[in-house]
């Protein structure tokens, strides 16, 4: 068996040994966490309200359709594309990573990303031609 990675593929055992189980107290298995012995009752109240609220997100994300999802990061790389666009001067190295990633995402799931794709399609557009154009002001500069 193997699994890739951007690095090329590695081989993989197929027989992984066990972990132990940490020791009773020691910060649940979490390097350089509290052991709940050394935690408040607020402290640990604290820490059961966000355990709480991160199963509640983890649940509310599980019921939201992934095209959602992907299209919400999608945009994000759009944003992310402009804050570069709009600095002075534009740092268009950046702007253009954050793009082609935008590009990558629309480009690899046509027909799956629901009522967003068109939406995305133009964003894309949009932040192309704005990349284009701020990048012959650069070189005429």
């Excluded at 081989?11 to 052991?35: F, H, L, T, Y």
């Excluded at 919400?72 to 740092?91: F, K, Q, R, T, V």
């Excluded at 954050?98 to 932040?127: F, K, N, Y």
């Amino acid at each position: 068996m193997s699994l890739w990675t951007p690095d090329g593929e590695h081989d993989v055992p197929r027989e992984q040994p066990v972990p132990s189980a940490p020791p009773a107290g020691a910060g649940d298995g979490i390097p350089g966490a509290p052991s709940l012995d050394d935690m408040s009752p607020e402290e640990i109240a604290q820490a059961q309200a966000m355990a709480a609220e991160l199963a509640e997100a983890r649940e509310r994300l599980a019921d939201t359709p992934s095209s959602m999802v992907v299209a919400n990061h999608a945009m994000g790389l759009y944003e992310l594309g402009a804050i570069h666009l709009s600095n002075n001067p534009p740092n268009l190295s950046e702007a253009k990573v954050a793009i082609d990633a935008m590009g990558a995402i629309v480009d690899a799931l046509p027909g799956r990303l629901g009522e967003h794709e068109e939406t995305l399609q133009a964003a894309r557009s949009q932040i192309q031609m704005a990349f284009v154009e701020l990048s012959t002001q650069a070189d005429e500069g």
